[in-house]
């Protein structure tokens, strides 16, 4: 069974940074993009950043710089590295992993919430 383990969320002032982490655990799995999005209330899910395993990169056009993912693919780990956060960064930030096992499927982290305010 795959699980992806979010953890590094919590309340941070303006300006601040935060650093999340994701974990894929299981066994007999290929991992494609890994990725993170989030929602905030009232909002849809939107991209944050997303990193294939070529390496490629792909951001939010909110991001502007802000934040940087990287990904340890010994680990089966991505990152994300968040700075300069604003207030309207409020959000849950979900962990996401394009994951073949049988067939290829999309699998989403429980979510971590991120608040950013004084």
């Known amino acids: 069974q795959v699980q992806l383990v979010e953890s590094g969320g919590g309340l941070v002032q303006p300006g601040g940074s935060l650093r999340l982490s994701c974990a894929v655990s299981?066994?007999?799995?290929?991992?494609?993009?890994m990725g993170w999005y989030r929602q905030a209330p009232g909002k849809q899910r939107e991209l944050v950043a997303a990193?294939?395993?070529?390496?490629?990169?792909n951001y939010g056009r909110f991001v502007l710089g802000r934040f940087r993912i990287s990904r340890d693919t010994a680990k089966n780990t991505v990152y994300l590295q968040m700075n300069s956060l604003k207030p309207e960064d409020t959000a849950v930030y979900y962990c996401?992993?394009?994951?073949?096992?049988?067939?290829?499927?999309?699998?989403w982290g429980q979510g971590t919430q991120v608040t950013v305010s004084s």
């Open positions: 299981g066994t007999g799995f290929t991992i494609y993009t």
């Open positions: 996401n992993a394009g994951i073949q096992i049988t067939s290829r499927a999309d699998y």
């Open positions: 990193v294939t395993t070529a390496g490629t990169m």
